[in-house]
């Protein structure tokens, strides 16, 4: 790889990599982003960043419309979708804004213009948003696979947690309950920290994984067939390999898992209220785009079976 330029700006050294690190410390600081959102922009820029080093540059100078074009195209060699690219131009684009309002020491803005308004954004395709019914989740989670892959699987269909949100999930955000059972801490948009719930199996079966590789509280709950942590990408990159191995008609992603859980759990009688809490969602319509194949009287047919076993009981 060729050495970095790394050209002198404002008396000091400026590199693209400091602007996007100094970004992403300032955004986690920030109440108004969850750590989820730092966490994307994180992985995002960190990419953009890797690309411009790859080229023998480091330098703001070097961010620019040109280059953000040529790594469009790189990333779309990759097979990366129009939808994954607007994500990528969104972390670019405010980090470019950042630079605008921030002063070097020299009382100069870091940016005198923003790169991405030279960019055109990519039109995003109307795909319906796809699910698993409960036998191909089934399907899905039966699946021939190495032991830390089954855990993954089990933990993102026990407890529909965002991918990122489970790839970051440390032992220390562990609670052990008084009854024997197992919770995790996540915090949440806005900052807020939220307990969930374990499954019985599901936390038993992290623990007994946990104590088997002696892990620290430091550690990341979530290792894949290498050792190493998970990312949101390759979380899901295992579950769609998974999933082709399955037999399943189409590619799933870690994020098809979580429409599934719900929609499942609508089909079973949980109201709109109930799926926004278990997806930590504040906003019902948003919760309510998680909910699919479930006819509008499924809450009421529960109730009417339910209630016909207990006059079945009551009339034994």
């Not at 190495?146 to 790839?167: G, I, K, S, V, Y």
């Amino acid at each position: 790889m060729p050495k970095p330029v790394i050209p002198r700006w404002e008396g000091e050294t400026m590199q693209l990599s400091r602007l996007a690190s100094e970004y992403i410390r300032t955004l986690r600081k920030n109440p108004d982003y969850s750590s989820q959102t730092a966490d994307k922009y994180e992985d995002e820029l960190g990419e953009f960043v890797a690309y411009v080093r790859m080229h023998g540059q480091d330098s703001v100078r070097d961010f620019t419309a040109d280059r953000v074009l040529e790594f469009v195209q790189h990333v779309k060699g990759r097979g990366v979708g129009n939808s994954s690219i607007a994500g990528k131009l969104a972390a670019l684009g405010s980090m470019a804004k950042y630079g605008m309002q921030t002063k070097g020491e020299k009382g100069k803005y870091l940016l005198d213009q923003n790169p991405l308004d030279r960019v055109p954004r990519p039109k995003k395709k109307d795909v319906p948003i796809r699910f698993l019914s409960p036998g191909q989740l089934d399907m899905l989670l039966a699946v021939d696979c190495q032991p830390n892959e089954r855990l993954a699987l089990t933990m993102l269909a026990d407890q529909p947690l965002r991918a990122t949100e489970w790839a970051t999930r440390k032992v220390k955000d562990l609670i052990l309950r008084e009854d024997g059972g197992v919770s995790i801490g996540v915090k949440v948009k806005g900052g807020r920290l939220k307990t969930k719930r374990l499954g019985e199996d599901a936390g038993r079966a992290l623990l007994a994984s946990l104590k088997q590789r002696e892990a620290g509280p430091e550690e990341t709950l979530l290792l894949n067939c290498e050792g190493k942590p998970y990312t949101r990408q390759t979380l899901s990159e295992m579950v769609a390999r998974l999933s082709r191995r399955a037999g399943l008609p189409e590619r799933v992603s870690a994020h098809v898992i979580r429409h599934s859980v719900a929609s499942e759990a609508a089909a079973n009688g949980a109201s709109v209220y109930e799926i926004a809490e278990m997806l930590n969602h504040g906003n019902l319509q948003t919760a309510h785009r998680y909910i699919h194949g479930v006819r509008e009287d499924a809450a009421l047919t529960t109730v009417r079976e339910r209630r016909r076993e207990r006059l079945q009981k009551v009339e034994a």
